[in-house]
């Protein structure tokens, strides 16, 4: 069951690539299983989608999971940037509690 839902998600991306939820839900799925797809795929979010708001609250743990301090802190800046700009205060609140706890975990 899992295969054919990545296998659907990659023949979704494969008709529309510049769908952007396309390709978060494959980065999504991809944490799961592969990092380095996972890693592509947020990459490709962050540099050809960057106001796709959703992407750097998973983005920002996926790389601090991985231990990339600084893309952590430009991911979760970003974020709450972008945000703020939209006024959307629960995105907001999400991000500076991510990116609160991250910063609390540096210090530790």
């Known amino acids: 069951m899992k295969g054919s839902f990545l296998t659907s998600l990659l023949t979704f991306y494969e008709e529309d690539p510049t769908d952007p ?25 962050l540099t050809q989608h960057p106001d796709y708001l959703p992407t750097y609250y998973h983005a920002g743990a996926f790389f601090a999971a991985l231990e990339k301090v600084e893309k952590t802190e430009q991911i979760y800046q970003k974020g709450v940037e972008l945000a703020r700009s939209r006024n959307d205060s629960k995105a907001l609140r999400e991000l500076m509690g991510a990116y609160n706890a991250f910063l609390d975990e540096l210090d530790d």
């Open 21 to 45: 939820f396309n390709v978060y839900a494959l980065a999504i799925e991809y944490t799961k299983s592969d990092p380095i797809q996972a890693e592509r795929f947020f990459e490709i979010l």
